[in-house]
């Protein structure tokens, strides 16, 4: 069956629901906010943008889910309490106890308990909670159910859900506006849960959905021995100290934190760069790093315990470029430098 990209009229019909749905929808805990959230990011990861409809399992929304949580269990610093922040109007959300165990028990290390036979359990206990919880009671406004990204088929189908033919387009289409809206309600959210713990200014929101940035001195080390002491942008030397693991896809356009995504660039590149795209000649480089270090990279992440997933990478990468494309931006070259995005730019990560 062949499905058509939906029209602007049904693009903002989609963007309407979405802000009603985060306006009316009533939160007795954070889930739906992860829903969201994680349903955005499939749609990133899996999705296309043909307008078809797209199928995803209960599990891997709840793999999601506990790396939306992974970060945000830790104690708030500076709060007394050394419990989570809440996030439940009633006792604390069971997902984050669990994802709170696991945390412990590893060390604080998401890219540990990922390869350890726990892993499995937890994804299973997490399904279970996203199942009897948010999944069917997500849209739900006040008391109308309105199905707008995917019907209510949890007789037939309980551990899948079917986004409508244009949903998984425009959540791609739309993802930084999305993910921006979505965090900021659950922002508020966590503080309205936590008033007496948190005064009115307290930094939540980068503590919430910050880079976790555990893994990055592991991969100083190992960037600095693959780009052989040279900064990755501008190529000249680098002195220590002065050093910054980049995120080639920055954090704000698409939030991941595995290996192949980081580059060792000068502060003073890492910071210029900010957080645009690299221009294609930095694309076409980092590709082929990637490439030639086939086997080696992926060991030497695996050594270090720094997640890493090569085809993510580059299918978040792919999408990332293609949405500058899209809205005809401009890429980073070096110092205050921009170029549009050439076309060919597809060439360079096709094959
Ligand atoms: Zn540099």
Sequence with gaps: MIH?????????AFLRQLQRLLDEGSFVASYKY???????????LRGDDSGAPLTVATNEL?????????????????????????????????VLRMVREARARYDTRLARVEGSPEWPRL????????????????????????????EHREEENPREITLKPGVAYCFRQFYSMIIEMVQGAW??????????????DAELRYFLFGSDRQDLPACRDLLDDVQRGRCFYCERR??????????????????????????????GCNGRKSDRLAAVAHLRRWDERNRSELYELP??????????????????????????????????V?????????????????S
């Excluded at 058509?4 to 903002?12: C, K, R, T, W």
């Excluded at 980049?246 to 980081?262: K, S």
């Design 123 to 150: 994804l299973r206990d997490v399904e279970d909670v996203v199942r009897k919880m948010p999944l069917w009671r997500l849209q739900t406004m006040g008391d109308e159910r309105v199905e707008f990204l995917y």
């Design 187 to 200: 922002t508020n959210y966590i503080r309205r849960a936590n008033v007496h713990l948190l005064g009115p």
């Design 334 to 350: 070096r110092g205050k430098e921009l170029e549009p995005l050439t076309p060919g730019w597809e060439d360079v990560l096709s």
């Design 4 to 12: 058509a990209v939906p029209s602007a009229d049904e693009q903002l």
């Design 299 to 332: 060991r030497r992440f695996a050594e270090a315990g720094v997640a890493h997933d090569w085809r993510a990478s580059l299918r978040i990468t792919r999408w990332a470029y293609d949405q500058v494309a899209r809205s005809g931006g401009q890429v980073w």
């Design 238 to 267: 680098m002195a220590a100290g002065s050093v910054a693991v980049d995120h080639f896809v920055p954090w704000r356009r698409y939030p991941f934190d595995l290996g192949h995504n980081f580059v060792l660039a000068h502060d």
């Design 34 to 44: 992860a829903l969201l959230h994680a349903i955005a990011d499939l749609c990133v």
């Design 62 to 94: 709840a793999d999601q889910f506990v790396r939306l949580y992974w970060r945000q269990v830790a104690p708030f610093p500076g709060a007394e309490a050394t419990e989570p922040l809440k996030q439940n109007t009633g006792r604390q959300a069971a």
